[in-house]
């Protein structure tokens, strides 16, 4: 049977791993880190202990202690996409665990409206002799020719059609305006993206 564990448990597992030492650990110190990082009670500490040992995450050792079976296979279900990943795959951030994908997402956010990036774009675009959509990737020159074909889309639009997360969307458009190939445009309530010269 998989196991697969949910944030609480992974939470009392990282704090497992920050007081384990070599003999083991004691479960008063499980319970100090849980309550300080997690707000846990010790009653809850004490129920998710047991659901590991249940499950053969955590053993007693010949000397009495309990200790972490670091070759026992564990999953967790990222709160972000839904997916399961091996319990040796995940990203630990401010309290939350994610999988690589969505770790990697949060953290690659492209600022839209960041005029040294401009300034930088030009000058190496300029540089390197690239006008228009030349050095683009095969993405980017699709979402330009969307854009400027449709004469203006919405983000939504554009990351329903294109198969695309919002942040993946959002980068891809705020490396076109960098490019200054695009730009945002108010209409009526909606916010669009539209042809830079238009």
Not at 102 to 127: G, N, T, W
Not at 165 to 183: G, I
Request: charge should be negative.
């Amino acid at each position: 049977m998989k196991l697969v564990l949910d944030e609480e448990e992974v939470g009392v597992l990282e704090c497992i791993k920050e007081v384990q030492i070599d003999c083991g650990f004691h479960i008063r110190d499980v319970i100090k880190k849980a309550k300080a990082g997690y707000g846990m009670s010790r009653s809850k500490v004490y129920e998710i202990v047991g659901y590991l040992e249940f499950h053969g995450l955590v053993r007693t050792n010949n000397s009495g202690y309990r200790e972490l079976d670091e070759a026992k296979e564990f999953f967790i279900t990222c709160p972000e996409c839904g997916r399961e990943i091996s319990g040796s795959e995940y990203f630990k951030e401010n309290g939350c665990v994610t999988c690589e994908d969505c770790y990697l997402e949060a953290h690659q956010k492209i600022k839209f409206a960041d005029p040294m990036a401009v300034r930088s774009k030009k000058l190496f675009r300029k540089q390197h002799g690239l006008e228009g959509t030349e050095g683009l990737t095969d993405l980017q020159k699709e979402l330009y020719d969307f854009i400027l074909t449709e004469g203006g889309a919405t983000p939504e639009k554009i990351s329903k059609l294109f198969g695309l997360t919002p942040q993946e969307t959002t980068n891809q458009l705020a490396l076109l305006r960098h490019c200054e190939l695009l730009k945002w445009r108010k209409i009526g309530d909606e916010i669009y993206m539209v042809p830079f010269d238009s």
